[in-house]
């Protein structure tokens, strides 16, 4: 791995009294471009929002190269957003230039033409004015590339930004994320496509709770810590209470493990 | 005079003490509209009336050391607010009580401290003053006190407003922003203290179990009309002047207690916006197409 940008030192964190993720340790080289993958619950997102500084570990430490924080941009879980809140395409954008501006501070004319070149390079040039209760998963997606954009950070940091995104979509944002990649930037990216990580995601991280493994993605199917045709349960030990639920769930009680014979990253 | 003028006009004109609680209901709504806004889209309604409560005993601790003083309940109110706020935090992220249960459980706890507190000195009078206000008789430091909280409000808002519509819509994201600027970490604990503030302000004219009633209900009734942050900060204050002036003058006229007159009317005004109302009410919900 060439010089590391991020140095995960054996983190732990909580929720309250849950701990989400433990002893996990990790780098994440400058320029990488890196998936996170792993099944439901097993603290991707978790590890995202700690890197981010969403989320404060509550052991070890998160070392970022030279002591100096790096520029980031995190592209939270559509999810999480709250659609309905009344909010134009346009002024979710200009949320991105909120860090540096801060909240006093003016827009300028740039960053305004910045939000609308950024909105056009995802495809939503016109769309400024509507509001965001209007739009459809994958719009809503691209509103938030196009916030990642304006914010010209050298770390992006994207949370399942293709989950409820169709195909064309994902392609076009595919695109995006690539373009980032040869301009040098750092991507993690939480996803659970396994032939999307296979294809386009050079490193691999694998996650249940702690970390798995990590390296390069080919390294990650040859270990069968991501694999087609693995089954998820197989990476649970034995001892740990997931082990049962996942086996339960595999024959037939969770609606969401209808491509459970796919693998982990089907399950992130 | 005309008849006009009788019934819109000559209360106002004649009586201070009509005037005064038209100026603090108008005041209350200036600083209320905005927080209820966001209030509202946090969610956060239930922990609002709880919180109503929860200043109820340190008023009553303030009563007992230093009788009506305006400042004293307020110091008392804020402090408790903030403790019962504190309190429910730690109870939920660190036992099994859900939520509302936790809510629950200080509300009742506030509501009933409080009257215990106040039965030991105060009579029935002051109790019914705590419950309920009394709007017709605020005096000149409470009104004072209202239009302090007011411009801190409007202050302390037009500096945390981008903070607070990121923390409502994406709020992982203001934590992320907040990791550059750690300042931003400030902007849910500034407005939770705004709140408490205000619901003490509130409290002088409409007592413990209405003091939410022009901050949060014009704002529920605003989500039916428009769609856009700062129009529906309008109309919520729109609404909430209007219910003020409306019911102080059907509470003069009837011979009705004008708090809770006030309130009734705003009330009413938003249980019609929700059955009537443009966006996603009862009407517009049997008017879309199946």
């Known amino acids: ?27 994440f080289a400058c320029g990488s471009l890196t998936a996170v993958a792993g099944p439901n619950g097993s603290g991707k997102s978790t590890l995202l929002k700690a890197i981010a500084g969403v989320l404060h570990p509550t052991r070890g430490t998160i070392a970022f190269a030279d002591n100096v924080r790096p520029s980031m941009a995190y592209l939270p879980q559509v999810a999480h957003l709250q659609r309905d809140f009344p909010l134009s395409v346009f002024d979710v954008v200009l949320t991105g230039f909120y860090p540096e501006a801060g909240e006093a501070g003016g827009l300028s004319k740039a960053q305004k033409q910045a939000a609308s070149k950024a909105l056009g390079e995802v495809g939503l040039g016109g769309f400024e004015k509507r509001q965001i209760n209007a739009l459809s998963g994958g719009e809503l997606q691209r509103t938030l590339f196009a916030r990642v954009i304006v914010q010209n950070a050298n770390v992006i940091l994207l949370d399942e930004p293709f989950s409820a995104v169709d195909a064309a979509t994902t392609a076009r944002l595919i695109q995006l994320l690539l373009k980032w990649h040869e301009e040098g930037r750092t991507i993690i990216c939480v ?44 990476l649970v030990p034995p001892e740990d209470p997931l082990h049962h639920q996942t086996h339960r769930d595999h024959h037939g009680h969770n609606h969401d493990h209808g491509h459970h014979k796919h693998g982990p990253g089907d399950h992130a | 005079m005309n008849i006009v003028t009788h019934y819109l006009l000559s209360p106002y004109l004649d009586y201070g003490f009509m005037r005064r609680a038209l100026l603090a209901c108008i005041v209350l709504a200036i600083s209320g509209a905005p927080l209820g806004f966001f209030m509202n889209q946090r969610r956060m309604a239930l922990v609002s009336d709880a919180m109503s409560h929860a200043i109820f005993p340190g008023v009553a601790v303030a009563f007992l050391v230093s009788g009506l003083s305006v400042w004293s309940m307020t110091a008392g109110g804020l402090t408790a607010g903030i403790l019962i706020a504190l309190l429910s935090v730690f ?14 459980l200080l509300f009742l706890l506030s509501l009933t401290s409080g009257i215990v507190l106040l039965s030991l000195k105060g009579s029935n009078i002051d109790l019914l003053h705590m419950l309920f206000g ?37 709020p992982d994201f203001l934590m992320a922003a907040a990791s550059k600027r750690p300042i931003i970490r400030l902007v849910r604990p500034a407005f939770f203290v705004l709140f408490v ?9 409409l007592g413990t179990l209405m003091a939410l009633g022009l901050i949060l209900l014009p704002s529920i009734a605003a989500q039916f009309w428009v769609r856009q942050v ?61």
Do not use: W
Request: proline fraction near 3%; charge should be negative.
């Open chain 1, 1 to 27: 791995m060439t010089h590391p940008l991020i140095t995960l030192n054996d983190i732990f964190v909580s929720y309250g009294r849950h701990v989400a993720l433990q002893s996990v340790s990790g780098q």
């Open chain 1, 191 to 234: 996803l659970h496509d396994l032939l999307l990580i296979k294809k386009y995601f050079p490193e691999s991280m694998v996650l249940q709770g702690k970390c798995l493994g990590s390296g390069h993605t080919h390294q990650m199917f040859e270990q069968k810590l991501l694999s087609f045709d693995l089954d998820m349960a197989e």
């Open chain 2, 197 to 205: 503030i205000n619901l003490v302000a509130a409290f002088q004219a």
């Open chain 2, 134 to 170: 009394d709007i017709l008789a605020i005096d000149n430091d409470a009104l004072l006190f209202i239009g302090i909280v007011a411009v801190l409000t409007l202050f302390v808002l037009a500096f945390i407003y981008r903070g607070l519509v990121l923390d409502c819509f994406d």
């Open chain 2, 230 to 290: 700062d129009r529906a900060i309008g109309f919520a204050l729109g609404l909430a002047i209007f219910s003020s002036y409306a019911g102080l003058l059907l509470s003069y006229f009837t011979n009705t207690p004008s708090g809770p007159v006030v309130v009734l009317l705003c009330g009413t005004l938003c249980l019609g916006s929700v059955l009537v109302g443009k966006h996603g009410s009862c009407l517009s919900a049997i008017r879309k197409p199946l």
């Open chain 2, 91 to 104: 109870l939920s992220r660190y036992t099994q009580i859900k939520e509302d249960g936790v809510f629950t």
